[in-house]
């Protein structure tokens, strides 16, 4: 059989997990001196208490070799092969690690290693393609050829709500972010190439710009691929109004078999802060 493994910053919820069997790989959430595990033992709510209580954001790095080796072990000796996706290889280690893991497991054979160029549901996009595939019995050769065909495919775009975090993280300027919250500036970040890039800026009240963020892209959203769309965020329970008018659009367009929401893992939330929303897609 041919099982399909992602790292933690694919931000798949865990009833999709379960419908398409797909097995996770955490990353590592470090605050401070103590390391968690993305999705295992923190919570985005308690990064965010944690930065705002230090004023800096949490480190995150590559899940360990070992813990790599102990999660794709069972499979491989119940004779499985794997498909492994991971975070762009400009953002993280964890390819790298993966790869290595295959290596040391001698099963560099039966492990096909996908760089999904992408973060968050730009990934889960190609994840859960690659386990429907797998569900129908499609080799895992076939199915990595078609995933790597998609991989440009990928839209993934995201508004956060506050400079604040990516500021910390030293992605953001403090003038720009200074700047940027006297103005009330919302940008839009997208992935190109494997690397995440700003484009346009909105100005006003988050409420109220996100859902232009998702009409702006109707066109796109109208060309592309049919089968799902995802809204993934960090938008806390109390402040859902933005996410909730987004769902409302697309379903409203009557194009997409599912719109999905997902809340981000940690990963996402350490670096973009809370209020971030995105909706991803694939086009044709």
Request: glycine content about 8%.
């Amino acid at each position: 059989m041919v099982k399909i493994f992602s790292d933690s910053t694919s931000d798949l919820s865990e009833e999709l997990l379960r419908r398409y069997d797909i097995t996770l790989m955490p990353l590592y959430i470090i605050l401070g001196e103590k390391d968690y595990k993305d999705r295992v033992n923190i919570t985005p709510e308690e990064i965010f208490r944690w930065s705002d209580e230090h004023k800096t954001t949490p480190k995150t790095s590559a899940a360990s070799l070992d813990d790599v080796k102990a999660i794709m072990r069972p499979a491989l000796e119940a004779g499985d092969e794997i498909i492994a996706f991971s975070i762009s290889t400009e953002m993280s280690n964890m390819g790298n690690v993966i790869r290595l893991a295959a290596q040391t497991l001698d099963a560099a054979d039966r492990v096909h290693y996908i760089d999904s160029r992408n973060l968050s549901t730009g990934i889960g996009l190609l994840v859960v393609e690659a386990a429907e595939m797998a569900q129908k019995g499609v080799p895992a050769a076939e199915i990595v050829s078609h995933i790597n065909a998609l991989i440009p495919k990928v839209r993934a775009s995201f508004v956060v709500d506050t400079l604040t975090y990516l500021h910390r993280g030293g992605r953001c300027s403090g003038l720009a972010a200074m700047a940027g919250s006297v103005l009330r500036l919302h940008p839009r970040i997208h992935v190109k190439d494997g690397v995440m890039g700003a484009g346009k800026k909105y100005r006003g009240k988050y409420s109220e710009i996100i859902l232009n963020y998702a009409k702006e892209m109707e066109e796109e959203l109208l060309k592309a691929r049919p089968e799902r769309v995802f809204v993934t965020h960090t938008v806390p329970d109390s402040s859902r109004e933005p996410v909730e008018k987004v769902l409302e659009y697309l379903n409203s367009l009557g194009y997409f078999g599912e719109v999905i929401e997902t809340r981000a893992g940690g990963v996402i939330s350490s670096h973009c802060g809370p209020g971030t929303l995105g909706v991803l897609f694939i086009s044709q």
